[in-house]
């Protein structure tokens, strides 16, 4: 069985552009999540998706947007990138309904310049 | 709201030493608990889960954990360490059975010395 894969591994962006990632969770799997690592504020949720609409958010600026699509493979975007958004995005995919674990992407690398 | 408090932020043994990884949690609601280790650029891997079945909670690797709701604790511990468990490890708590929404603790950076 695939796992979760995120795509693509590094980006390299400069302020004020915007950026999409990509995330195909595990066959089956219905609900997406986000998360954003730093050094500095650890691991931060940033939003779930199940089913194609967004079930849970944390607190991030609206710049941080995402989508779900009908195959349950999920996009976030970026818009007008801060030198403060390089950071490791995670995605996690779990059953959604009572799978009690999450499965991690490898992550996508993002530095902005 | 639901949190988690990981103590140490790095943490240092030798190799055939005990690991011992403290983590608190706080929570309004009977929690689920998660174990994750994440080696350098890699995502996070499961260790272990806390779901209300068992206190004491065996993982991947010889981990284990145990559930102490009067110390609201979820500590990890391994008997011996060997030099591959050097890595970052994270507890984390989730309100919902599904795991889809974690709060992580900070992160301990386990060292293993020869």
């Known amino acids: 069985k695939a796992g979760v894969t995120q795509t693509p591994r590094y980006l390299i962006k400069t302020r004020g552009q915007q950026v999409t990632l990509s995330c195909s969770p595990i066959s089956g799997h219905r609900s997406v999540s986000w998360y954003q690592q730093t050094p500095g504020q650890g691991l931060q949720f940033l939003f779930e998706?199940?089913?194609?609409?967004?079930?849970n958010k944390g607190n991030f600026p609206g710049r941080f947007s995402g989508r779900q699509f009908s195959n349950s493979r999920s996009e976030m975007n970026v818009s007008t990138l801060e030198l403060g958004d390089s950071a490791l995005y995670l995605c996690?995919?779990?059953?959604?309904?009572?799978?009690?674990?999450?499965?991690f992407g490898q992550g996508t690398r993002l530095t902005v310049v | 709201a639901q949190s988690v408090t990981q103590l140490g932020s790095h943490v240092s043994v030798s190799e055939g030493a005990l690991v011992l990884l403290r983590c608190n949690y706080s929570s309004s609601v009977p929690p689920y608990l998660f174990w994750y280790v994440q080696y350098p650029n890699q995502g996070l891997q499961l260790l272990l889960k806390?779901?209300?079945?068992?206190?004491l909670v065996k993982g991947i690797n010889g981990f284990e954990a145990e559930f102490k709701k009067s110390e609201t604790s979820f500590h990890l511990t391994k008997p011996s360490a060997h030099m591959s468990d050097a890595a970052e490890y994270f507890c984390?708590?989730?309100?919902?059975?599904?795991?889809?929404?974690?709060?992580f603790g900070e992160g301990t950076q386990l060292t293993v010395n020869p």
């Open positions: 998706y199940f089913s194609e609409t967004q079930r």
């Open positions: 806390y779901t209300s079945a068992a206190t």
């Open positions: 996690a995919s779990s059953g959604g309904q009572g799978n009690t674990e999450a499965f």
């Open positions: 984390a708590v989730s309100k919902g059975a599904s795991g889809s929404r974690l709060t």
